[in-house]
């Protein structure tokens, strides 16, 4: 069964940083990506950055370039996503998702690419 955990969310100033974890259980591909999505009540769900491993690349949105960065500690099949300069517009519910791109790929920021969800972590950036 394949679980997504995330973890790291909270509450924090303009300009404050957090580090998201995203821990991946039971999926046995190699070759996955793993995408941290963001999403505001009422509005569509956004790709904020994404990671392909074992490769190690990475993708941002344009909005995030700069100040978020995303990692992996493949070992413990782990991604995690370091929010720094956060603006009161990073707030949101976070969510991970993982795919091996066989189920269709229609590019690394859609969540129709992504077959496993995280539950989601809370992120609320005051100013």
């Known amino acids: 069964q394949v679980q997504l955990v995330e973890s790291g969310g909270g509450s924090v100033q303009a300009g404050g940083s957090l580090r998201l974890s995203c821990a991946v259980f039971?999926?046995?591909?190699?070759?996955?990506?793993v995408g941290w999505f963001r999403q505001v009540s009422g509005k569509e769900r956004e790709g904020v950055a994404a990671l392909y491993t074992p490769v190690g690349s990475t993708n941002y949105a344009d909005s995030v370039k700069g100040r978020f960065t995303v990692s992996q500690d493949e070992a413990k099949k782990t991604v995690f996503l370091q929010m720094n300069s956060l603006k009161p517009e990073d707030t949101a519910m976070y969510y991970c998702a993982i795919t091996s791109r066989e189920g269709g790929w229609y590019g690394w920021s859609r969540p129709d690419s992504f077959g496993y969800w995280g539950q989601g972590t809370q992120v609320t950036v005051s100013s």
């Open positions: 039971g999926y046995t591909y190699n070759k996955y990506y």
